[in-house]
């Protein structure tokens, strides 16, 4: 490991311990509505700080998952498919809405956008994403870490 990976993680550790204080500070000292609104919000990144400081540059190793890398990544994989699917289905029904309200030329770039953004939900939903930002990769790295995890 490279000396920049090192402090890389190191800052990621000392954010991720912030983080997690101000959380305890928002459920134990906060209260009303807003404390549930910014602990939703900040857990997502409590969770992607500590993925990114232990287990992201493990994918194209022989080392075996370690149990905590296996209940994080199950977390991240569940949780990426119910959020993920779930805007999928309201995108595909939103132009399904606009395709038995409207027929117009716009309506129709409309739906067709919406479709697209439906598809590309669910594929992400399915295979998250890969290294590039094309989608040619997304199938190859997911079997490496369903290979990986299973």
Known sequence: MERWEIIERYILLAVGMVLLVLAGWLVFVRSGVER???????????????????????????????????????????????????????????AVVVIQKGSSLRDYGVVALLFFLSFMAGWVAVFGSGRQKSMSDDRVVHRERRKRYE
Do not use: H, N
């Open 36 to 94: 549930f609104v910014f602990i939703s919000l900040l857990m997502p990144c409590v969770y992607w700080v500590f993925w990114q400081a232990l287990y992201e540059d493990k994918l194209g190793t022989d080392e075996p998952p370690s149990a905590g890398e296996r209940f994080m990544y199950a977390i991240w994989l569940w949780s990426r498919r119910l959020v993920l699917i779930g805007i999928s289905s309201l995108l595909a029904f939103a």
